[in-house]
């Protein structure tokens, strides 16, 4: 039954963003490139919808078939569709001060650590702390972060899409080997309402997400590691390793901006990615090297984190290190000349 779910929820994403494109194309919805875009051709977005819109049509079978439970199904499906809202009205220019986005942002993510129970107990070298309040702030900002540098990363055809393919599928692989429950369908649904999207916004790109979709991507990716972190922490650490590309490109390009002194609201084209695609030839590799380096990189470091061959901080900085080397080195945060 799985495997019908499974496809059903490919094909939902397919045909919603395959009619969304084609919406947005008769009302003349476009997104028209400027000198801080990386595309050249105005390009339909709001694909998203149709990738949240699957996502949800899957979760909704599982708790029907009681493989997920209510708890875990409320604290993705509710403070997610706030988020998807948020990034909907964004599209479409109604909400536009930054201050009422974060606001919203704070709110969905308090949502989600207040239905989960707030953070549970996380190993720590050779401890499992629990630190009760200051853990629940933690995890509030965890995914708000996560939201907004998804937000932030989406900036080229394919990558947001091949990032959370392949560290959703990665995590579902991680899933059915260490663990008992049935959340791995969780990430198999995920990556199953990409796929419908990502035909389309191959490159070169015939709609993007626009924020209705990577930011409830990224957001739903965080709230899923937390749900995962009631029953099996190590691969929560894992999750954190995995997206090691977009936090640190996201997080080393923050800090240089606030560095320099530049208005981090404004937008930009200086994420280490964007100096690397820096025409619209380049961008398909750029989003396959990313692939390459979650599996064959970063995906070994997450295992021997989750089969306790590597303590959790060790295994984060072995994987970030030169991570963080390489975004310095390709100028993240540095305006291109």
């Not at 977009?246 to 100096?275: C, E, G, M, N, P």
Request: glycine share 8%; aromatic share 10%; with cysteine.
């Amino acid at each position: 039954m799985i495997f019908l779910i499974v496809i059903a929820t490919i094909t939902i994403s397919f045909g919603l963003t395959h009619l969304v494109r084609k919406i947005a194309i008769t009302r003349n919805k476009f997104d028209i490139p400027n000198e801080r875009s990386s595309h050249k051709n105005p390009t339909p977005r709001g694909g998203g919808v149709a990738v949240v819109a699957a996502f949800v049509f899957g979760l909704l079978a599982l708790l029907i078939r009681r493989d997920i439970d209510a708890e875990s199904f409320y604290a993705i499906v509710l403070p997610g569709a706030l988020v998807a809202i948020i990034g909907y009205l964004d599209d479409l220019g109604r909400v536009t001060a930054a201050r009422l986005r974060l606001i919203g942002h704070f709110v969905a993510a308090l949502i989600a650590i207040y239905i989960l129970g707030g953070l549970p107990p996380m190993p720590l070298f050779s401890a499992t702390l629990d630190i009760g309040l200051v853990g629940n702030i933690i995890a509030v900002l965890f995914l708000v972060w996560m939201l907004n540098l998804f937000n932030f990363m989406d900036g080229i055809d394919s990558i947001t899409g091949i990032e959370a393919l392949t560290s959703c599928l990665i995590l579902t692989i991680f899933l059915i080997n260490k663990s008992d429950t049935e959340l791995w369908r969780v990430p198999a649904l995920l990556c199953a309402a990409v796929i419908g999207f990502l035909y389309f916004n191959w490159p070169p790109a015939k709609i993007f997400l626009g924020d209705i979709g990577s930011g409830f991507i990224g957001f739903t990716i965080g709230t899923i590691s937390l749900v995962i972190a009631k029953s099996q922490p190590l691969i929560t650490w894992a999750v954190i390793i995995l997206l090691g590309v977009f936090i640190v490109d996201a997080t080393v390009t923050l800090i240089r901006r606030v560095y320099d002194k530049q208005q981090i609201s404004a937008a930009h084209r200086s994420h280490a990615f964007q100096h690397l695609a820096n025409n619209a030839d380049r961008h398909l590799k750029v989003s396959l090297s990313i692939a390459a380096v979650n599996i064959f990189w970063l995906a070994p470091i997450a295992w021997l984190v989750v089969d306790q061959q590597l303590q959790p901080i060790v295994g984060v900085s072995i994987a970030y290190v030169p991570l963080v080397v390489l975004a310095i080195y390709f100028k993240a945060g540095k305006t291109a000349s």
